[in-house]
C-alpha cells in the first residue's frame, strides 16, 4: 500500500507560480516511479508529468513542458511540481500518482495508487 496526500494548491493569476507537493507513506519510496495527472472540468484526465524511481529521468507533456518542473526528496519522501509561467488553462485538479511496475508513464491505468487531488486555479 502507497498513501499519498497532495498540498500546495490555491489561486493565482496568469503568469504565477505555484510549487505542489505530495508527500507519501507505506512502501519504500525509491521502489516507485510518480506521476502528476490533471482533470479540468468536462476533461478527460490528462498526463502532466512522471518521474523515475531514481528521479534521474523525468517526463512532461507537450503542453508544460519549459514551465513545469518535477523533482522527488528521498528524505521527506516527497514529489514536487513546480509550476510557473501558469495560464488559466492549466485550472484543474491536479492529482499525483504511484507506480509500482512503470511502463507507460502517461498511462494513468499504469499507475496502482493515486491521492485525493488538490485544486489549482488560475485566473485571466
Known amino acids: 500500500q502507497v498513501q499519498l496526500v497532495e498540498s500546495g494548491g490555491g489561486l493565482v493569476q496568469a503568469g504565477g507560480s505555484l510549487r505542489l507537493s505530495c508527500a507519501a507513506s507505506?512502501?519504500?519510496?525509491?521502489?516507485?516511479?510518480m506521476g502528476w495527472f490533471r482533470q479540468a472540468p468536462g476533461k478527460e484526465r490528462e498526463f502532466v508529468a512522471a518521474?523515475?524511481?531514481?528521479?534521474?529521468?523525468?517526463y512532461y507533456a507537450d503542453s508544460v513542458k519549459g514551465r513545469f518542473t518535477i523533482s522527488r526528496e528521498l528524505a521527506k519522501t516527497t514529489v514536487y511540481l513546480q509550476m510557473n509561467s501558469l495560464k488559466p488553462e492549466d485550472t484543474a485538479v491536479y492529482y499525483c500518482?504511484?507506480?509500482?511496475?512503470?511502463?507507460?508513464?502517461?498511462?494513468?491505468?499504469?499507475?496502482?495508487?493515486w491521492g485525493q487531488g488538490t485544486q489549482v486555479t488560475v485566473s485571466s
Open positions: 500518482a504511484a507506480d509500482l511496475r512503470p511502463s507507460d508513464h502517461s498511462d494513468d491505468l499504469s499507475y496502482d495508487y
Open positions: 507505506g512502501r519504500t519510496f525509491s521502489s516507485y516511479a
Open positions: 518521474i523515475s524511481r531514481s528521479g534521474v529521468n523525468t
